[in-house]
Nanobody, 127 residues
C-alpha cells in the first residue's frame, strides 16, 4: 500500500525558516494533488496548503498565506512546504497527504479529501 514520509521538521526560533519534504514510499501510485495539514496539541487537524498537479493551482490557509509556499513534482509524488517568518503558533505536527483520484471528492481543504497520509513531522517554533 502506498505511503508518504515527511521530513525536515525540527526546532526553529520565531522568525526563522524551515523546509518540509514529503515523498512516496513503497508501491508507486499516481497522485493528482498533494497537500499539507497540521495538528497542534489539543486542536483538530487543520489545512495548511495544497497543490493540484493538473493546472498547478495552489491553495493556502489564511493563517499561512504569504509566509508558506507549496511546491512539488507530481511525477515523483513529492511535495515541499517552505515556511518563512515562523511563529510560535505554527508549532504542530505537519502531515502531508496525496489525492489518488483524478478529482476531489470533498473540498481540498478538508482532510477526508485525501487518500494517502504520512506519519507527520514535528515542527516546533520557540518564542
Amino acid at each position: 500500500q502506498a505511503q508518504l514520509v515527511e521530513s525536515g521538521g525540527g526546532l526553529v526560533q520565531a522568525g526563522g525558516s524551515l523546509r518540509l519534504s514529503c515523498a512516496a514510499s513503497g508501491r508507486t501510485f499516481s497522485s493528482y494533488a498533494m497537500g499539507w495539514f497540521r495538528q497542534a496539541p489539543g486542536k483538530e487537524r487543520e489545512f495548511v496548503a495544497r497543490i493540484h498537479w493538473t493546472g498547478g493551482s495552489t491553495t493556502y490557509a489564511d493563517s499561512v498565506k504569504g509566509r508558506y509556499t507549496v511546491s512539488g513534482d507530481g511525477a515523483k509524488n513529492t511535495v515541499y512546504l517552505e515556511m518563512n517568518s515562523l511563529k510560535p503558533e505554527d508549532t504542530a505536527v505537519y502531515y502531508c497527504a496525496a489525492l489518488g483520484t483524478p478529482y476531489y471528492r470533498h473540498s481540498p481543504t478538508t482532510a477526508n479529501a485525501y487518500d494517502y497520509w504520512g506519519q507527520g513531522t514535528q515542527v516546533t517554533i520557540s518564542s
